[in-house]
Structures are given as structure tokens and as C-alpha cells.
T-cell receptor, first 112, second 111 residues
Framework: EAQVTQNPRYLITVTGKKLTVTCSQNMNHEYMSWYRQDPGLGLRQIYYSMNVEVTDKGDVPEGYKVSRKEKRNFPLILESPSPNQTSLYFC???????????FGSGTRLTVV | KNEVEQSPQNLTAQEGEFITINCSYSVGISALHWLQQHPGGGIVSLFMLSSGKKKHGRLIATINIQEKHSSLHITASHPRDSAVYICAVSYYGGSQGNLIFGKGTKLSVKP
């Protein structure tokens, strides 16, 4: 089944403790991206990648890192999480940035 | 910077009604996307448009490039259509992969 797999679904962590949210797709898509969703603010793009080793900042990249060493994986790294990074996170992929998207199921992150 | 505005913010309809959700944007775009998010949180891509009109089942999406406006129509609405509908654009002058989102329209269809 074609899908984008995010893990974990839920995560509670403490301020400053490094964490990684994984994202993997099995559709050989070139494009992958990360978003956060907050009440009243909607979805906002964090980072995106047009291909292996090619990444670029979205609208809210501060406090996040990404890497794209292989086509299928695009992990989101929070080196030193803070409470303002508490949010619902989505990963997505598509053949190109302008074709249809497939989204992961989301990761609900709470930083205390 | 491109802004994406959706209207209405909230919409309540009776089952069977014809529904229209609007999306307007401020600068030239390379593509416009309509997404659906159900109460459980999952997001599904409904349409990607760069011109004209697309139809899938009871859903129709149109775009008017000159007026910088898109509409999503739902015919014969059903309670299972209850969800948040989100418009997103990728715009000229930005990277093709850089998406800007509207804040969404929350649709509730009553039986």
C-alpha cells in the first residue's frame, strides 16, 4: 500500500531533550516536506526537500533540522525542544512539489 | 508575501445541500491544492489545480487564474463530508515546493 509513515504518533518530552520524528514513504517520491499545525494558525511549512541532499526552509524553520540522505526518509530533528514546539506535525510527499500530496498520519508532540 | 484567504471559516449545511468553499490568493501561483482533514486529524489531498476545473465524484474544484480565486463545490452533501477543507498554494517567485496554506473551512453536514 502506498503510504507515508510517521513515527511516533504521540510523544511527550521534556524541554531540551533531543528528539527525532521519522518519516518514510514507499512511493519513490522526490519531494518531501514537514508541517506543523496549531489552533488558529493552521498548517505551516517547516522544511521541504526536492530530492536527496536538497533541503530548503519553509516558513517556520527555527528550532528544527532535517536531513535527506535517502529518497524514502526525511526525519525531523528537534535538537533542543521548547514548549512552543508543542504542536501536531505532518510529513507529506509527492512526485514533485506541484503534484498531489500524500500525508502521514501526524505526530502529536508535547514539550513540557 | 502571498496570502491565502478562505471563506467561510465555518459552514453548517443540511444533508443534500450544494456547498461552496472559496479560496483567494494575492500573487501568481504555479499550483493550488485542496486538502481535506477529518476530525481524527488525517489529511487527504483532494485536488491539485493549475487551471480550469477538476471533478472527482461529488467534488468539483475550479480555479480562475485572472481573478486569483478557486472554489471547491460539494454536490448532494452528506454527513461524511464533515471535515476541515484547506486550500494551499505554491507560488511563482518561491520554490515549487514552498506551500502557503489558508486557515481552513470547517464544514458540518447535518442529517
Amino acid at each position: 500500500e502506498a503510504q507515508v509513515t510517521q513515527n511516533p504518533r504521540y510523544l511527550i518530552t521534556v524541554t531540551g531533550k533531543k528528539l527525532t520524528v521519522t518519516c518514510s514513504q514507499n512511493m519513490n517520491h522526490e519531494y518531501m516536506s514537514w508541517y506543523r499545525q496549531d489552533p488558529g494558525l493552521g498548517l505551516r511549512q517547516i522544511y521541504y526537500s526536492m530530492n536527496v541532499e536538497v533541503t530548503d526552509k519553509g516558513d517556520v524553520p527555527e528550532g528544527y533540522k532535517v536531513s535527506r540522505k535517502e529518497k524514502r526518509n526525511f526525519p525531523l530533528i528537534l535538537e533542543s525542544p521548547s514548549p512552543n514546539q508543542t504542536s501536531l506535525y505532518f510529513c507529506a510527499s509527492s512526485f514533485t512539489g506541484s503534484s498531489g500530496y500524500t500525508f502521514g498520519s501526524g505526530t502529536r508532540l508535547t514539550v513540557v | 508575501k502571498n496570502e491565502v484567504e478562505q471563506s467561510p471559516q465555518n459552514l453548517t449545511a443540511q444533508e443534500g445541500e450544494f456547498i461552496t468553499i472559496n479560496c483567494s490568493y494575492s500573487v501568481g501561483i504555479s499550483a493550488l491544492h485542496w486538502l481535506q482533514q477529518h476530525p481524527g486529524g488525517g489529511i487527504v489531498s483532494l485536488f491539485m489545480l493549475s487551471s480550469g476545473k477538476k471533478k472527482h465524484g461529488r467534488l468539483i474544484a475550479t480555479i480562475n487564474i485572472q481573478e486569483k480565486h478557486s472554489s471547491l463545490h460539494i454536490t448532494a452533501s452528506h454527513p461524511r463530508d464533515s471535515a476541515v477543507y484547506i486550500c494551499a498554494v505554491s507560488y511563482y517567485g518561491g520554490s515549487q515546493g514552498n506551500l502557503i496554506f489558508g486557515k481552513g473551512t470547517k464544514l458540518s453536514v447535518k442529517p
